[in-house]
Structure formats: C-alpha cells, structure tokens
C-alpha cells in the first residue's frame, strides 16, 4: 500500500488544493520505426485507487489489458490521439510526440484543471508538471501510459499487422529489433515507416526506395 499511496503522492496534493479533475497524460512509440506516436490523457475520480499502476512497459501484456479495461470503465473522461509517421518526419518526433499530449488533452469531455504529464510540456493554458518517470510515480500518469501502450500495441497486432503481414508488426510492435530491420531491409519499407527514423539502417538507399514508391503511388492514381 506504501507503493499506492506514493503514486498518489502528486494527486493527494492536487486535490487538498480543491482539485476535482486532474488530467495524467503520456505517449508511446517514440523511438518505433513504424507507424503513429500514441498518447491518452485520462482523469480518474477523487480518491481512486487502482492497484496495480505501473509505468506501462514494466507490466505484463495480460495485466495490461486488465488494468486498461478497468481505467476505461472507472475513467470520468479519457481521449486517446495519434500522429501518423509522415507528420513524425515532417516536424521530428518530439514535436509529433507533444502534439500527441495536446490532442489528448484537448479530445477530453471535460477541461482538466491540472495536468501531470511525464518529461514533457504541453502547449495549453492549463497548470501543469511535468514528472520524470511520472509514468512509475503518479497514478494518472501510470493509467495514460497503459492506454496508450494497450492501444498502440493492438493497432500493431491486429490493424497494421493485417495491412502489412511482411514486416510481422505483432512480434515487435514496430521497434527497431533486429528482425524488424531484417525485414525492412528484405521488403523495404512502407509508407508507415518512420523515413526520418530509417536513414542509419537504410543509409543512401532510402531516398532511391522513397522516389520508387512515391511514383508508384502517382501512377495508381
């Protein structure tokens, strides 16, 4: 209980402050090669607490997915945004990832009077902080990463691993592992592929790969 009342810590103040409605946001898919950056923002009720909220890559799949099941159901508001990879390449991933946030934030049914956001800064005109490893320290923050994780990793099992069985997005769920570079070389990439993110692996073959799909793609149209 010591571990649940300390990633309560943040809220516990919060809320003695007379806040109601405190809004935890994070993102995944930062450092993937393929595909959109995912971010939630959820607010939980007053004196919440969910056993179990943990920084989302240190949890099973299978607890993961019970825990997302019950911060939807016990959530006063939730949004979850994603920036594909071609909005990644044009304004960098760090840009995309805090866009992610604002969209998350601003896609709620209510306006949060704070947020805590993990490592990062949100462009609103609400009061914030940010928290490094908020993910491991604040329940809100925790319940965000989960949502955003079980969401992105279901768009890679089922969605983009239908669309583009090739690259087996299932197994790694678009991360640089050595086997998704192994077939990114054998197939080349997509156009979910990050291109910014591939120029190490790929080198001066990118640009030549890019200009062949993209004049492929004009002629089909």
Not at 4 to 27: C, H, R, T
Request: glycine share 6%; charged share 25%; net charge negative.
């Amino acid at each position: 209980m010591d571990e649940v009342n300390d990633q309560l810590a943040y809220e516990k103040s919060l809320w003695q402050q007379g806040m109601e409605f405190i809004a935890g946001v994070d993102e995944v898919g930062r450092g993937c090669l393929f595909g959109d950056v995912v971010s939630a923002a959820v607010v939980l009720p007053v004196g919440l607490v969910l056993e179990g909220i943990n920084d989302s890559k240190k949890l099973t799949e299978k607890k993961r997915e019970q825990l997302y099941d019950q911060i939807i159901e016990q959530a006063i508001a939730y949004h979850i945004a994603c920036i594909p990879a071609h909005i990644v390449d044009e304004i960098n991933i760090k840009q995309a990832a805090r866009l992610a946030m604002k969209q998350a934030v601003e896609g709620l049914n209510i306006k949060p009077q704070y947020i805590l956001v993990d490592a990062e800064s949100i462009e609103l005109p609400i009061p914030q902080q940010a928290i490094i490893k908020g993910d491991a320290k604040s329940q809100s923050i925790g319940a965000a990463s989960i949502l955003a994780k079980v969401t992105r990793d279901r768009l890679c099992r089922d969605e983009w691993n239908e669309q583009y069985p090739y690259y087996q997005l299932a197994k790694h769920k678009g991360y640089g592992t050595k086997l998704h570079n192994e077939l990114i070389i054998e197939h080349g990439p997509s156009p979910m592929h990050r291109k910014t993110f591939l120029k190490k692996l790929l080198g001066d073959e990118l640009e030549h790969i890019w200009a062949a799909m993209n004049a492929q793609a004009s002629t089909s149209d």
